[in-house]
């Protein structure tokens, strides 16, 4: 049972940025796909970010409107970061890592496409 841990989080002034990362544990976290999501106060989990497994040979990502232009996705073979920046107060959220084995076209931004999770990591902005 794969586990993740997300870090990184904290408070930034409206136009800051924060760079969150996200580990592994308990198998090969190379070999997954990972997203980036989160969770506003009141509203509906959403995708921000994600990134190809480490074992193919071209990283590929892809970033949902949520954040797009404001969020860059990288990995190294046992980190997935999420550099955040301009972050302004609706970006005020949870933000959790998510892992899955499967075919980078089946990563898409559906919650249900995602099989590990982490525990989360706020991010609260001020204006």
């Known amino acids: 049972q794969m586990q993740l841990v997300e870090t990184g989080g904290g408070s930034a002034q409206a136009g800051g940025s924060l760079r969150l990362s996200c580990t592994a544990s308990?198998?090969?976290?190379?070999?997954?796909?990972v997203a980036w999501f989160r969770q506003r106060p009141g509203k509906e989990r959403e995708g921000v970010a994600r990134?190809?497994?480490?074992?193919?040979?071209?990283?590929l990502t892809s970033y949902a409107d949520s954040m797009r232009g404001r969020s860059t996705i990288s990995r190294d073979p046992d980190t997935v970061y999420l550099d955040l920046d301009n972050l302004n107060p609706e970006d005020t959220a949870v933000y959790y890592c998510?892992?899955?084995?499967?075919?980078?076209?089946?990563?898409?931004?559906?919650?249900?496409?995602?099989?590990?999770w982490g525990q989360g990591t706020q991010v609260t902005v001020s204006s």
């Open positions: 990134v190809s497994p480490a074992t193919i040979s071209t990283t």
């Open positions: 998510a892992a899955a084995w499967r075919p980078w076209n089946s990563c898409t931004f559906e919650t249900y496409a995602w099989n590990y």
């Open positions: 308990g198998d090969d976290f190379r070999k997954y796909c």
